[in-house]
């Protein structure tokens, strides 16, 4: 007679220790610096400031005969923010890779449970439920709709969440290997150009009302999580079996998703990963030649003497290979130039467009100056040993912002003369060039001196762009410049301002392309002046920053 043994207790849950786990590290994160802390809160309480005042504007739209059609697309919104960028941009909810966990002896379902919870807990889902309670709010009429509302949001927000998490761990493979990053540079490439036809689309319904919206949130109001908010609007029309349909669509979708997530985590934890093959791709990056590049070095003026190969040569020369080479710097890069040529281009295709908005082109590769030091990671500490003084600091900084303008300046001029042509002000292009000549060397004098103050790391693996904890601190870096860069380029506005409104202006516009060359000029220099002595005595503080992760 056999006896069998009597089962052990449960396993216990690991989802409270999940959760513990993800507050340890934004706590821990925190605690590093005040700076960060205060970067981190100011961000934080922008971003709340914000959804709260969408979620006043909604509530204030409480009734509109289309209320729904802005509503049901906005859930749709939400969750497409929720797919894509935390594959291309900073996002509240850091810590989650997927990939991290693959050596734990954890099972798949548990570990979705737990990371599901763990992922309910930042700014980001506290964002999205308060953009979700206003749109289904400003859709709810009477008792029942205000009870289904609650059911909806808690289902559209988790649709949100298992979203981002399901494409993040059925990507984390190709986004951590070189050619599936360089993929990824094309998707980098459509969420820009999406974004830019959104915008275009709300400019053309400020023009022509919210109606025009309505047969889009005919075919949203099926799409999970949309369909959601669909089903408090069907409530407060009375339509109960179509609101059931769309709430069983909503929690189908979640339940799919979850399946796909557990899937993706089983094949992370059980498939052999890429680094056997890292020995190959080192070798193929040593077949790689960039002759082009070092050929057209000499004619830039960046050789030494007796033709050897300066600093300034060897600092741009690098950071050119950055640009081509690295996944990341190429999708910032190429988000960049998209987004300057998209807008100033669209809107004057469109009639709308104004000569100035070529200063677009400047301003979005402007950007690409900040945080100079965190785009080399961790491999930032060859580039340390190299500076001892301010003086060395300086050439490679000088070296950084020379390859930045050996494409942003044609690059902002050929876009300038493109938006000029198509709107036939050929009267403008001078005063127009002349100010994104101007607001250029603000933007690379203000550029070197946050990638010294506030410098941040780019984790090359996974799907993050800032390291945990960090998010604030890039955030306040890069908008912090921006409008610091504004207020430098305030004196080559007002002379702008002053030849549009004045009666004899016209006579001496074209006198603002010399100055706003050479007054770009001169602030980038003294920019670059002025952060190489805070560069070089703060070199082990921007060594463990950008090695962060």
């Not at 980098?188 to 023009?207: H, I, P």
């Not at 830039?300 to 990341?328: I, Q």
């Not at 677009?360 to 030091?373: E, R």
């Not at 410049?481 to 301002?497: H, K």
Request: net charge positive; with cysteine.
């Amino acid at each position: 007679m056999t006896t069998t043994a009597p089962a052990g207790p449960p396993a216990p849950s690991i989802t409270p220790v999940v959760v513990r786990l993800k507050l340890s590290l934004l706590r821990n994160g925190l605690r590093q610096s005040g700076k960060r802390r205060a970067a981190y809160i100011a961000s934080a309480v922008l971003a709340l400031l914000f959804a709260l005042a969408q979620l006043l504007g909604l509530i204030a739209l409480h009734g509109h005969p289309h209320i729904a059609s802005v509503a049901v697309p906005g859930g749709a919104l939400l969750a497409l923010g929720w797919a894509v960028m935390p594959l291309f941009f900073p996002s509240g909810d850091e810590t989650l890779d997927p990939t991290r966990l693959v050596m734990l002896p954890l099972r798949p379902r548990p570990l979705v449970r737990a990371l599901l919870a763990a992922s309910l807990v930042g700014i980001g889902p506290l964002f999205t439920v308060l953009l979700l309670a206003g749109c289904v709010i400003t859709v709810a009429h009477g008792a029942a709709a205000y009870a289904v509302a609650v059911v909806a949001a808690l289902l559209a927000l988790l649709v949100c969440v298992a979203l981002a998490r399901a494409v993040a761990a059925a990507n984390i493979r190709l986004l951590t290997s070189r050619k599936g990053r360089d993929l990824a540079v094309l998707s980098g490439l459509v969420v820009a150009v999406g974004a830019q036809l959104v915008n275009f689309g709300m400019q053309r319904l400020g023009t022509a009302g919210l109606a025009q919206l309505d047969p889009v949130a005919d075919v949203l109001r099926w799409v999970p999580p949309a369909a959601a908010v669909g089903a408090v609007d069907s409530v407060s029309r009375g339509s109960y079996g179509t609101a059931a349909a769309q709430l069983v669509l909503t929690a189908a979708a979640l339940a799919a998703l979850l399946w796909t997530w557990a899937r993706s985590l089983t094949l992370l934890m059980t498939s052999p990963d890429a680094s056997t093959l890292q020995a190959a791709d080192t070798a193929e990056r040593g077949r790689t030649g960039t002759g082009a590049l070092s050929r057209l070095l000499p004619f830039l003026g960046a050789e030494g003497p007796g033709g050897a190969p300066s600093r300034t040569a060897t600092v741009m020369e690098r950071s050119l290979r950055y640009v081509w080479r690295d996944p990341k710097t190429k999708a910032a890069w190429i988000t960049s130039l998209a987004i300057g040529l998209i807008v100033p281009v669209f809107n004057a295709l469109q009639g709308t467009g104004s000569p100035y908005f070529a200063c677009f082109a400047a301003g979005m590769l402007g950007i690409q100056m900040y945080n100079q030091f965190g785009q080399d990671t961790s491999a930032f500490w060859m580039v340390a040993l190299t500076i001892s003084t301010p003086r060395d600091a300086y050439v490679e900084l000088r070296g950084r912002a020379l390859a930045l303008l050996t494409v942003t300046l044609p690059y902002a001029t050929v876009v300038t003369v493109l938006t000029t042509a198509l709107l036939g002000r050929w009267d403008r292009l001078p005063e127009v060039l002349g100010l994104s000549f101007g607001l250029l060397g603000a933007m690379l004098a203000t550029g070197a001196w946050m990638s010294a103050r506030f410098p941040y790391s780019i984790p090359q693996e996974g799907y993050k762009n800032v390291a945990p904890g960090q998010a604030g601190l890039a955030w306040i870096a890069v908008f912090g410049g921006m409008v610091s860069a504004a207020l430098l380029c305030s004196p080559v506005i007002a002379l702008t301002v002053w030849a549009n409104v004045s009666a004899t202006g016209d006579r001496w516009s074209w006198l603002l392309l010399p100055v706003g060359a050479l007054y770009g000029a001169a602030l980038t220099f003294l920019g670059l002046r002025l952060a190489a002595p805070p560069t070089a005595a703060r070199l082990p503080e921007i060594l463990a920053a950008v090695s962060k992760g």
